[in-house]
């Protein structure tokens, strides 16, 4: 890797990131059943219909992990908790064995120097509750907040940070417009409602962990820059709604209070009644603001229903997840979103990473040379005001990758899924060297 920690300010923190559905292994420990093991039993959902069951058995083997990321020399871990595990209906009776095992989890990180970065909610929501509609029903937000309760208590004093809900967009957009994570709907009616629902489930869940004393609670969104396909005025203007219902709708409703015209276009008369009422919820104050960021898009107009339009393929060099590589994009929406949003509020990196076809024995040259012209566009971004306080690199280890299973390596750590033995990647070493300068 070029970059060297000391390239960074004293107290600036280097962290790996995980969620719990894609490494714990969710037979284990008494959870409940989630709508992803259901979405992935449904034939077609799922590469091969694979589920997270036993994934990285990070379960049993969280000592292990923990122990490569103090090896590694990280100041952080952003890992999650499975709302199923601690409750496995939903709502009621808490599963004793759950909060152990995140009890354990807290202070092991502890033992090891690594800050723990909670995440709330990474997208398995207990099957009851999807039943109930899930993040179409309003209640939804009281359920959430009740478990940000359960589970806080218990580890809601040792937590560095605690931020409610990863990727509002993934959860809202992804999964209930286009279908490609569970609940797998393609309805405009569930969109607007999971998309607002998703927001005031945040603010509930913040008014939670603040109840109990809690300190340091944000937001982690995720960003992807849209390019116009060309300079046409319609390619400008089909851009320019990518952009509103990915990466300016949740902002909009957490820092201004509300919701983009060009997306209101097509939501407003989808949208749960009342919704006007509920940004005071939503602006709920925070302590700091997380992006995620992976790639850009190239968006062309399309004949049809809103939001008619595409994505159309790029020139860039792509990685395994046909997902083009422009750091550029970090550094723009970086500065972008601190200009437009969110000020002087602290900032961090919250996920970047690539998938690459790994094999252990081969160096991951593609992944050293990704993360290194990242946290190359972080830092210019920096130079230039941004008050990043903090990087995360998405993965750890190579997990479940969600609808394309397990053959998208994210990891910094190769995970072999048939007998479970991580073995790290020349990433993992090269990171290992830059941190320790
Ligand atoms: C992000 C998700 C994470 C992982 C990466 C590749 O959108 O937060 O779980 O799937 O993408």
């Not at 060297?4 to 300010?9: A, K, N, V």
Request: hydrophobic share 40%; aromatic share 14%.
């Amino acid at each position: 890797m070029k970059f060297s920690r000391s390239d960074f300010p004293t107290g600036f923190q280097f962290a790996a990131a995980t969620s719990s559905y894609q490494i714990e292994g969710h037979r284990f420990g008494g959870a409940g059943a989630t709508h992803w093991d259901s979405f992935a039993a449904t034939p077609g959902n799922v590469v091969r219909a694979e589920n997270g069951a036993v994934a990285c058995d990070h379960y049993h083997r969280w000592e292990e992990d923990l122990d490569l990321m103090q090896a590694l020399g990280l100041d952080a871990y952003r890992f999650s908790t499975s709302w199923a595990r601690v409750l496995p209906e939903g709502r009621g009776t808490p599963n004793a064995e759950g909060l152990d095992f995140y009890d354990r989890l807290v202070d092991g990180m502890l033992a090891r120097g690594l800050n723990p970065m909670a995440t709330l909610y990474h997208w398995e929501l207990p099957a009851p509750l999807a039943d109930l509609g899930g993040w179409r029903n309003p209640d939804i937000a009281h359920w959430f907040a009740d478990f940000a309760t359960v589970i806080m208590k218990r580890i809601g004093d040792r937590v560095y940070s605690a931020a409610p809900i990863n990727e509002p967009w993934c959860v809202g957009w992804l999964s209930h417009f286009m279908g490609l994570h569970a609940p797998g709907l393609r309805d405009i009616r569930a969109t607007a409602h999971a998309m607002h629902h998703v927001l005031t489930g945040h603010g509930r869940a913040i008014q939670a962990m603040r109840a109990l004393g809690m300190k340091n609670l944000g937001a982690v969104c995720n960003f992807e820059y849209a390019h116009p396909a060309d300079d046409s005025e319609t390619a400008v203007e089909a851009a320019a709604l990518y952009d509103g219902y990915y990466n300016r709708f949740f902002v909009g409703g957490l820092f201004r209070g509300a919701y983009p015209e060009n997306v209101m276009e097509g939501l407003a008369p989808h949208m749960p009644k009342g919704w006007e009422d509920d940004f005071p919820l939503i602006r709920e104050p925070i302590d700091w603001f997380g992006i995620n960021y992976y790639t850009c898009k190239r968006i062309a107009p399309k004949d049809g229903a809103w939001p008619a339009h595409e994505e159309i393929p790029g020139p860039l060099p792509k990685t395994q997840m046909g997902w083009e590589v422009y750091p550029e994009g970090l550094y723009r929406i970086l500065k972008w979103l601190t200009e437009e949003y969110t000020g002087d509020l602290p900032i961090w990196v919250t996920e970047s990473g690539m998938a690459n076809p790994d094999v252990p024995g081969t160096p991951d040259t593609e992944r050293i040379a990704y993360l290194d012209a990242h946290v190359a566009a972080a830092r210019r971004a920096m130079d230039e005001g941004v008050p990043l306080k903090g990087y995360t690199f998405w993965s750890l280890l190579d997990n479940y990758e969600w609808s394309l299973g397990y053959e998208k390596r994210f990891g910094l750590v190769h995970v072999d899924f048939e007998t479970l033995v991580r073995t790290p990647k020349a990433s993992y070493d090269q990171l290992k060297d830059a941190l320790a300068r």
